[in-house]
């Protein structure tokens, strides 16, 4: 499984589980390191990331934003806040990729802006 991949499976486990908190989906992926290592990023840093996706909302509250996109933007800001070997430019290009995939052309240019607005702040 490639990156691409990698970051698709977790995207699934992550809407699953906000849409159903008890989820036992990640537990599919113990034997695959990148998915494990982010998911627990995710979610042992869930606050913070969410506070960040939050502090760069205008006019749309964090409720409002469809599970499928909020869950694309924790892996994008897990991936830049404690993945450093993984390119800003890279985590941004994924997380866009994932969204015309997933959710739909509107949210894709939502996720590049967001995102595109985190590389001169200070995180």
């Known amino acids: 499984m490639n990156r691409k991949q990698e970051r698709e499976e977790?995207?699934?486990?992550?809407?699953?589980?906000?849409?159903?908190s008890e989820s036992k989906a990640i537990g599919q992926?113990?034997?695959?390191?990148?998915?494990e290592k982010l998911f627990n990023d995710i979610d042992e840093n869930k606050e913070r990331i969410?506070?960040?996706?939050?502090?760069?909302?205008?006019?749309?509250s964090f409720e409002r934003l469809p599970a499928v996109?909020?869950?694309?933007?924790?892996?994008?800001?897990?991936?830049?806040?404690?993945?450093?070997e993984?390119?800003?430019?890279?985590s941004i290009n994924e997380a866009v990729e994932m969204a015309k995939k997933f959710?739909?052309?509107?949210?894709?240019?939502f996720?590049?802006?967001l995102l595109g607005n985190l590389k001169d702040e200070e995180l």
């Open 111 to 113: 996720i590049n802006g």
């Open 29 to 35: 992926f113990k034997n695959n390191l990148f998915i």
């Open 50 to 60: 969410d506070s960040i996706i939050k502090r760069h909302l205008k006019d749309w």
């Open 69 to 84: 996109d909020r869950a694309i933007l924790r892996i994008a800001l897990a991936e830049i806040l404690y993945r450093e």
């Open 10 to 20: 977790l995207l699934k486990v992550l809407f699953e589980k906000d849409l159903n």
């Open 86 to 90: 993984i390119p800003l430019s890279v």
């Open 103 to 109: 959710s739909d052309e509107k949210s894709s240019k």
